[in-house]
């Protein structure tokens, strides 16, 4: 009578092992989840300071592409100079490029801001075009989750690309866009097929991209997590009794 209940015990405990193991919430989720809430303040601080006079924004950035006119005789690479590159916005509306040092980009159009430049520059034949971009946070089933600098232009898979390419386990037909904590755009599906930029999708700068990860019964671990309850639970009964 003793030796049933023992097992009857055993078989409890394993199946409250089991049990436990399969309702378990996905690490990857949890963790994905607990990264955004820090990458969202910031989102939000950098929201508050944006610029309503033109289309550069604090804690965004700028895209600068410099080339030289070939109408003009040589003036060397503007290869050199350093001037083709992405730049953080700070929160005072300024950026710092080689050459020149801090300049201003809050208040300015695409436009006046590649003639700023250019009148700093102050060298002949040199055209200066300038881009703003918007910061976006990707998070989830993706390699290199984290806050990105990308043109409203560009594509969603060049987000993703640019976090990395999805993971494996990436669950495409449940991506979202999350603004100030609320999910403001779903089934992202259709649209990452179709090519649409991250402007017609109505992604804005501060957003937060989810791929969640497919949720997968892993028969092998649900093994050995009652492997290992029986051995405890077995080693338990051996030890009692033998100070019996």
């Known amino acids: 009578m003793q030796t049933q209940r023992q097992y009857s015990f055993v078989a409890s405990l394993i199946t409250l092992g089991v049990s436990a193991l399969l309702v378990a919430p996905p690490l990857v989720t949890a963790q994905s989840k607990t990264n ?14 944006s610029s309503t ?33 992405d730049f953080i916005i700070d929160s005072r509306g300024n950026f710092v490029l080689p050459v020149i040092g801090e ?20 060298i002949r034949g040199i055209r200066v075009m300038s881009s703003p971009l918007i910061r976006v946070t990707i998070l989830g089933a993706v390699n290199k989750p984290g806050s990105y600098l990308i043109e409203p232009k560009e594509s969603l898979w060049s987000l993703i690309g640019k976090a990395g390419g999805p993971s494996s386990d990436v669950d495409v037909k449940k991506m979202y866009v999350e603004r100030s904590g609320k999910v403001v755009i779903n089934n992202l599906l259709e649209s990452f097929e179709r090519g649409h930029s991250l402007e017609q999708l ?4 501060g957003d937060q991209i989810y791929l969640p990860a497919v949720s ?29």
Do not use: C
């Open 53 to 85: 006079t033109g289309e550069f924004t604090p804690g965004d950035g700028v895209r600068v592409m410099v080339w030289r006119d070939i109408s003009v005789a040589d003036q060397g690479s503007v290869q050199n100079l350093g001037l083709n590159d």
């Open 216 to 244: 997968r019964f892993n028969f092998r671990h649900v093994v050995d997590y009652v492997t290992l309850t029986a051995s405890v639970v077995l080693l338990y009964f051996q030890v009692k009794d033998r100070t019996q």
């Open 103 to 122: 300049m201003r980009a809050s208040g300015h159009t695409r436009k006046s801001l590649a003639r700023a430049i250019e009148d700093s520059l102050r």
């Open 36 to 49: 955004a809430k820090g990458l969202e303040v910031y989102s939000r601080r950098t929201s508050d300071l």
């Open 202 to 205: 109505g992604v804005r700068s």
